[in-house]
């Protein structure tokens, strides 16, 4: 059975992913498999078992991708070094490949996300949500994110679990204000001349952090 990790624990788990990618090459032959599936492991392990996520998807006019989800997202894959110049330098390739992405056969259309990454750089674009003109493309990005700032922006990404991404949420500014919420409800119940462990029961079960971030709100 496939992993549904809560949204800390998605958190925690890109921390580390930060920290091990932060020190390696980042070579796009040797490491983007590797990389792209701690990625994905990250948020779920679910697409381990979906048919429609691929590796090394081969165009029949020509051409790999080096991950395609099907009618999800499209991510190419370039060497670190490649970083300050990543999208100016590569995004006629990621949307060339974008063009070629759809399965009419199956009714499943081109991805709604592209992303361009440098293991140190994502740069994501929504074309299939907001298509941009040939003429003018490739357009402004959704985000631009660095390796080192995932971790606070986990909803950015949300795409690799399935869902629509969130590109305005930072994820720990979310929980500071739900923490300073929680201790003003705490406060103010107080204030009333309630109790502090019946303000504590009433409070902590509604506002526990994991709680409230792991359950059917981070879903």
Known sequence: MADQFTRPQI??????????????????????????????????????QNTDVRFEHHFP???FADLLWKGNVLVEMKSKFTTPVLPETHWRQLFDYWDRSSFPDEGVGAP????????????VWEPGAYPVPTVDRPGPPRID????????????LDF?????ANFAVNSVDLAEKAVDAVARLYVS???????????????????????FFGSGHER
């Open 160 to 164: 690799l679990r399935g869902t629509t």
């Open 11 to 48: 958190r925690d788990r890109l921390t580390a992913f930060v920290a091990r990618w932060s020190q390696r090459a980042g070579d796009e032959k040797s490491e983007a498999q590797t990389f792209l599936g701690e990625l994905l492991d990250s948020y779920e392990t679910g697409w381990r």
């Open 189 to 211: 119940l107080t204030e009333r001349g309630i109790g502090a462990e019946q303000a504590r029961d009433f409070t902590v079960p509604a506002g526990t952090i994991h709680g």
């Open 112 to 123: 709604r996300y592209v992303v361009l990454c440098s293991f140190e750089r994502f740069v």
């Open 61 to 63: 006019s020509g051409g």
């Open 145 to 156: 994110l660095m390796l080192h700032e995932l971790p606070e922006r986990v909803e950015a």
